[in-house]
């Protein structure tokens, strides 16, 4: 069975600063991933999502992924993060036939 | 109105009451789904509906019932439940019901049962 890992619940973070939120994933076959965020008292917005092709993926406001096929890893990065990126971060992954499976989330603080 | 809406946002109940739960979706979706959030849980996936045929129910209590009257709208109905039950409802849409469909969620119900 698939499973994903967000090894930190929580990460703090100064403005400005740049961040990386872990997600690894433990899948045999052909995966897809996804990130979703989840601002406070919202649903969750897809961020981001890999299918196929290049392995680096990017979303419209600064975010990337990078699909790390040999170490099963889809790593969320940002350059430099906004008080407005404090949000809970979800990781998720399909192998296309079983519905989609997601972590517990990482909660990331953006402080000025 | 647009996106995925849920009504109430906000529902206590006690364990003999019966409640329902109301998901409508405005983006001409055919798949719909319930998860349930737990704190530090991952996403529970309960039940999935494709062009209103339920595909997938991963057994979840009989206490909770969907209904899917229509490709717009999803019920969850509620009786009888347990404290374990509270957490966050959020109810989802996709264009298909395939996985690597993209998820659009409400902004979810929060659940209390005393």
């Known amino acids: 069975a698939q499973s994903v890992t967000q090894l930190d619940s929580q990460v703090p973070v100064f403005e400005e600063a740049p961040v990386e939120l872990r997600c690894n994933y433990s899948s045999s076959v052909s995966v897809y991933l996804f990130w979703y965020v989840q601002y406070p008292n919202q649903g969750l917005q897809l961020l981001l999502k890999?299918?196929?092709?290049?392995?680096l993926v990017e979303s419209i406001n600064g975010f990337e992924a990078e699909f790390n096929k040999s170490q099963t890893s889809f790593h969320l990065r940002k350059p430099s993060v906004h008080i407005s990126d404090t949000a809970e971060y979800f990781c998720a992954v399909s192998d296309g036939f079983q519905k989609l499976v997601f972590g517990t989330g990482t909660r990331l603080l953006v402080s000025p | 109105e647009t996106g995925v809406t849920q009504t109430p946002r906000h529902l206590v109940m006690g364990m003999t009451n019966k409640k329902s739960l109301k998901c409508e979706q405005h983006?001409?979706?055919?798949?719909m789904y319930w998860y349930k959030q737990s704190a530090k849980k991952p996403l529970e996936l309960m039940f999935v509906y494709s062009l209103e045929e339920r595909v997938e129910n991963n057994s979840v209590p009989s206490r909770f019932s969907p209904e899917c009257p229509n490709s717009s709208h999803l019920f969850l109905h509620l009786h009888t439940l347990q404290p374990e039950d509270s957490a966050l409802y959020l109810c989802?849409?996709?264009?298909?019901?395939?996985?690597?469909?993209?998820?659009?969620f409400g902004p979810g119900t929060r659940l209390t049962v005393l």
């Open positions: 890999y299918l196929s092709g290049s392995t």
């Open positions: 983006l001409g979706h055919n798949a």
């Open positions: 989802a849409s996709s264009p298909g019901s395939g996985t690597t469909d993209t998820q659009y």
